[in-house]
C-alpha cells in the first residue's frame, strides 16, 4: 500500500485557530481555520501552524508557502486523541482504516482520515483551553479531567459533515449500533442487542434515580417495512423546523440507499458467533465487527425539499480501531453475560416503569 498523503503542521509561519466542535470519550474534534475566526476557542492561543506535503517530489520545508488558503484545510476537522487507558495511536488507527475499513465501502460513504503531523505545543496549547473550558463549565462533566496526549505524534483531518451555520443543509448524526440480533441472543429474544442493552442500563439509573434515556430500535433502519423506518427517522431528525416532511425524506433515502444494509451484512461476516463465543476477541475480523457495531452515519441533507439543492450525502465515520486491551475484551463478555442471564433480551424484568416498547422484536 502507498503511504498516505501526509500533513505536516509546524509552529512557524501560517496562523491557522482552531474552534472546538465536539468530543467523544476518545478525542476531540476542531474545525482549523486559517483566519481567526470569532468564535474560536484558541484564537488567543492558536499556534502558528504549517501543512506540508511529503512524497518524492516534495521541496524541502523552507520552500513551501504557507497555508493561509491551503485548499486541504476546506471542509475539514481536526481529531486529536486523548489520553486513555485504552485509547490508540493515531497511526495504529490510520492502518487500521487504510487496510481493514476502506476497502469495505465506496469512498463516497466514507468519512476521509488524513494523516497529520501534530507538534507538542499544539498540542499543549489545545490543553490548557479545555481546562479553561471546565472552569468555565462548557465542557462535559463526564469528560473532564480527561486531556490529549501530549506525546501523540499525529492527528487526523476528517470530513466536516456539519452544516456550519450554512442553511442549504440540515445534518444528523446518530450511530446504528446492532443492526442484527446479537449471535448471543436465543431465537425467542424479545429485545435486540441494543434495546436490550438500553434497557439494563434504565434500570440501573433509576436505582440511582438517574434520568432514563430513550432511542430508537437499529433493526428498523433496516426493515423492509417503509414505516418502521419512518418511525426511526423520526426519533433521529427529531422535532425540527421541517416537521414531518424532513422525517419522510431521511426515512425514504434510508429505505432505499444500500449503505446500511451492508453495514448490517458486515456486522455479520465478521462476527457470525458472537462475543461468547468467538475464538480470538483479538482476530481482525472480530475487531472489525466491533469497529462496525459502534460506528457513526453522518447525514447531509439539502434542506430545499425539491431536489435543487442537491442529493443526500451520507458517510460513516468513527471507525477507529477497536482492541481488546486494558481489560476491554473482558468487559465486552461480561457486558454480554448480564444481558444474558439477567433476561435482558427476553424482557422479564418485573418493574415496567419506563419499560420501551420500541423494539422490532418486542412488538413481533
Given at each position: 500500500m502507498a503511504p498516505p498523503e501526509m500533513l505536516s503542521l509546524d509552529a512557524s509561519k501560517a496562523q491557522v485557530s482552531l474552534t472546538y466542535m465536539a468530543e467523544g470519550a476518545a478525542n476531540v474534534v476542531f474545525r482549523p481555520s486559517s483566519a481567526p475566526a470569532a468564535c474560536a476557542l484558541l484564537e488567543n492561543d492558536a499556534a502558528d501552524l504549517e501543512f506540508e506535503k511529503y512524497g518524492p517530489t516534495t521541496p524541502p520545508p523552507s520552500e513551501i508557502e504557507p497555508i493561509q488558503a491551503d485548499p486541504r484545510l476546506h471542509g475539514k476537522l481536526i481529531r486529536l486523541r486523548k489520553k486513555t487507558t485504552s485509547s490508540i495511536l493515531v497511526l495504529e488507527t490510520q492502518k487500521h482504516f487504510e487496510d481493514v475499513i476502506k476497502p469495505l465501502f465506496p469512498s463516497e460513504n466514507l468519512v476521509e482520515y488524513t494523516l497529520c503531523k501534530i507538534p507538542r505545543d499544539v498540542l499543549k496549547a489545545t490543553n490548557v483551553v479545555l481546562k479553561q473550558m471546565e472552569m468555565m463549565d462548557r465542557r462535559d462533566s463526564e469528560r473532564c479531567g480527561v486531556y490529549l496526549d501530549e506525546d501523540e505524534r499525529y492527528g487526523c483531518l476528517i470530513t466536516d459533515m456539519s452544516a456550519d451555520y450554512d442553511t442549504a443543509w440540515t445534518c444528523f448524526e446518530f450511530k446504528p449500533k446492532w443492526l442484527v440480533q446479537s449471535p448471543s441472543a436465543s431465537a425467542s429474544a424479545k429485545r435486540c442487542r441494543t434495546c436490550a442493552l438500553r434497557a439494563m442500563r434504565n434500570s440501573l439509573r433509576k436505582g440511582k434515580a438517574g434520568k432514563l434515556k430513550y432511542g430508537f430500535c437499529p433493526l428498523k433502519l433496516v426493515s423492509s417495512e417503509l414505516e418502521n423506518v419512518i418511525e426511526t427517522a423520526s426519533f433521529i431528525v427529531g422535532p425540527s423546523f421541517h416537521g414531518k416532511e424532513m422525517h419522510s425524506r431521511v426515512a425514504v433515502f434510508l429505505h432505499k440507499n444500500p449503505l446500511l444494509k451492508r453495514l448490517r451484512d458486515l456486522q455479520v461476516e465478521k462476527d457470525p458467533r458472537g462475543v461468547l463465543k468467538a475464538d480470538d476477541l483479538a482476530s481482525p475480523n472480530f475487531l472489525a465487527a466491533m469497529t462496525l457495531r459502534d460506528c457513526t452515519l453522518?447525514?447531509?441533507?439539502?434542506?430545499?425539499?425539491?431536489?435543487?439543492?442537491?442529493?443526500?450525502?451520507?458517510?460513516?465515520?468513527?471507525?477507529?480501531?477497536?482492541?481488546?486491551?486494558?481489560?476491554?475484551?473482558?468487559?465486552?463478555?461480561?457486558?454480554e453475560r448480564s444481558l444474558v442471564d439477567g433476561g435482558w433480551y427476553a424482557a422479564k424484568e418485573k418493574d415496567t416503569v419506563g419499560k420501551e416498547d420500541v423494539c422490532l422484536l418486542l412488538r413481533g
Open positions: 453522518y447525514l447531509k441533507v439539502p434542506t430545499d425539499a425539491s431536489g435543487g439543492g442537491g442529493s443526500i450525502e451520507a458517510r460513516l465515520g468513527d471507525l477507529d480501531l477497536k482492541t481488546p486491551g486494558g481489560d476491554k475484551g473482558e468487559y465486552w463478555r461480561s457486558l
